[in-house]
């Protein structure tokens, strides 16, 4: 199972970025994939979650600004973030489960400037 994250960048507040998962290894029609981000001095966060049907949530922070979807025909998971703030700025990683295990990628570093 491998996770190929990419997208993410320097962009300023009220910008928009796209991030792109890319799952190998696993059916990805079945499995759930989710965006987490990790703020220097802070833990790791869930931040949208998306399952192989394609049903999304959100967390409370970046509901109406962030957007889950998954491309099935390109396995690519995509976090559509618009309205950035500078509090949105962190590494973000996408993450899925096989046979019990945690699967993660490798980050992606998002920053936004006030």
């Known amino acids: 199972v491998q996770l190929q994250a990419s997208g993410g960048g320097l962009v300023q507040a009220g910008g928009s970025l796209r991030l792109s998962c890319k799952a190998t290894?696993?059916?990805?029609?079945?499995?759930?994939i989710d965006w987490h981000r990790q703020a220097p001095g802070k833990l790791r966060e869930l931040v949208a979650s998306i399952t192989g049907g394609g049903s999304a949530t959100y967390a409370d922070l970046v509901k109406g600004r962030f957007t889950i979807s998954k491309d099935y025909p390109r396995r690519t998971t995509y976090l559509q973030m618009n309205g950035l703030e500078p509090d949105d700025t962190a590494v973000y990683y996408c993450?899925?489960?096989?046979?019990?295990?945690?699967?993660w990628g490798q980050g992606t570093q998002v920053t936004v400037s006030s």
């Open positions: 993450k899925t489960q096989w046979r019990g295990r945690d699967f």
């Open positions: 290894g696993i059916n990805f029609s079945i499995h759930t």
